[in-house]
């Protein structure tokens, strides 16, 4: 089939998820003509499988917990049990109305939405169903799936997150395989749920992405709620009978489970989707592309999970936005890939931005650090949480990492995220003045203690 005047546009964008509706949303809003090529649901892994579904099971998990945990603040309460049909009824819900939301916001844009799978024929050209898109421009940003191990089939009781979002019971016992973001929130959530969980992890220690004490206390605080975990130890196999999966791990040991979570990492979508045949650079199925998201191809972009790094959805967001952008000549400033905040949504949660410590010793040379307790914040006594904001900063200079862990701390990241992407002083983080009592004061307070005038801290 010829390219007509109705099938060539700007922008042709390959999936629907995070990176390319941003990239669409965005385009549009700038004027330029879009056709966004989606083989499942609009919004993708992150509305669907992901940020959204995860975290309202979380929500419901820390809803299970206050049941439990009413005493504690002298409310009688009784914990009495989870009832999945209405846990997923709540989180479908929620799903479900932002689904129609996106749907009602792409249609009232200029975007020629095609539902179909595509395959990149040309530089220049997506195929879907017969139909050949041509764009000036085209942005892949087909996502992301779930991995396994070789020889570890998912079927049955070995599931991925996948499957694991629609469980219609809660299993007694559950092995969780990593012990990554995915793995400690799944775990945190089936905790809370009633299961007796065990994660393995091969790295020394969970999160290992994060600052190393971020990782003690988090194992510190699992303990603490009987989340077993056993880190650096590797699988060695799983076998199942009937609903039992006998996990096997290289140090011998046998755990017996109802269910077997895997959480080993996502690998990129891109294989059999004309990529390399077009001439764009893949390493290990991931599509590389420069700070400007730009491929090896001219005109060809790839945002989203598919180029390595972190697999985010605000990640997707900013490339999407950022890629449209770029196409319609407003040169914007690249991403930061350091600049973007991450949370792990278990509990306690996990937040951070910029340089761990290690990685900040190795980048900058003299660096400072401090951590603050939760134990001195008030907030956070009233929550019964605890944990710490920890900074990283160059020596006299500005603040490169922050690192935080306790209750609520998810939504004190974008302060962080400020802090870091402004390269602040600790001294300018102080003269602002935190409310009275938040978990937010918590981050005053450790900016504060290292400007040399701390408040509410022993040092
Ligand atoms: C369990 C879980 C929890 C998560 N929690 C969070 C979180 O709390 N916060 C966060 O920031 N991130 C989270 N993520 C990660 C987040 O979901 C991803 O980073 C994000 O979805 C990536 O966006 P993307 O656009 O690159 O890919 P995707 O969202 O995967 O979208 C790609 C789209 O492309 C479509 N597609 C693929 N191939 C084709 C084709 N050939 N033709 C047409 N369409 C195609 C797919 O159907 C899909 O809709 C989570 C992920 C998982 C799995």
Redesign the pocket.
Known sequence: MSATAENTFDIVI???????YACALRASELGLSVAL??????????LH???IP??ALLHAAEVADTAREGSQFGVKTTFESVDMSGVNAYKDGVVGRLYKGLQGLVKSKNIDYVE????LVATNAVE?AGRRLVGKNVVL????Y?KTLPGLDISGKIMT?DQA?FLDYVPARVVVLGGG??GV?FASVFKSFGSEVTIVEALPRLVAAEDEAISKQLERSFRKRKINFKTGVKFSGATQTGDVVQVSLESGEPIEADLLLVAVG?GP?TAG?GYEEAGVTVDRGFVLATASCQTNVEGIYA????VPGL??????FAQGIFVAEHIAGLNPPVIDEMGIPR?T?CEPEIASIGYTEAQAKEKFGEIETYDYNLGGNGKSQILATQGFVKLVRQKDGPVVGVHMIGARMGEQVGEAQLIYNWEALPSDVAQLIHAHPTQNEALGEAHLALAGKPLHAHA
């Open positions: 390959l999936g629907g998820g995070s990176g390319g090529v989606e083989k499942g649901k609009l919004g993708g892994t992150c499988m992901g940020c995860t975290k179909g799978e595509g395959h879907v940003a087909t996502g992301s779930a997150s979002l973001v995915i929130e996502r979508v989707l945002v989203g999970d598919i697999q985010l959805a605000h990640r997707g949370v949504y």
